[in-house]
């Protein structure tokens, strides 16, 4: 009740920001994000048997990541990335699998899916570029042109 009070009491500049009904095209402020089909900046990555899995929690061990995506195939290899200094992890991992449909049963099963408290995230790894060659980053460096 007190809401409906504040909404009412409000200059009807601010009741956008109150009001739950549809918002009309010329006076709301907020645009919505691309639809789930829309393409990103992003490229996906094709597939192969390396996975990288991030969100990952600072306790999430090797072992325990191994355990949770043998469930979906032969895990041939697999690794948490950590900190030097602190030894905890930093949050993103590596999975190999045996086979590429294996990796892709590994994705569907763990993609989104919590570990450890944290949702986490399974998507076929990137090749790393040659030494030498310039990282080609699609998004914009801030105070670039």
């Known amino acids: 009740m007190a809401m409906r009070a504040a909404v009412a009491a ?16 010329s006076t709301f402020p907020f645009v919505p ?16 048997t390396n996975l990288f899995v991030s969100g990952l929690s600072k306790r999430t061990t090797t072992e325990r990541l191994r355990e949770e995506f043998a469930k979906f195939g032969e895990v041939v290899h697999a690794r948490v990335v950590t900190d030097r200094v602190s030894g905890y ?21 763990m993609d989104g899916k919590f570990l450890d ?4 995230f399974a998507e076929y790894a990137r090749p790393r570029p040659p030494p030498g060659q310039p990282i080609q980053n699609p998004t914009p460096y801030y105070g670039g042109q």
């Open 89 to 109: 992890s930093k949050g993103f991992g590596f999975v190999k699998y045996a086979t590429i449909e294996e990796a892709g049963k590994g994705i569907e099963g």
């Open 10 to 25: 409000a200059p009807r500049g601010f009741r956008r920001f109150f009001c739950t009904n549809p918002p009309s095209s």
């Open 33 to 48: 994000p691309p639809a789930a089909g829309a393409t990103s900046a992003r490229q996906m990555a094709d597939p192969n």
């Open 117 to 120: 408290g944290w949702v986490i």
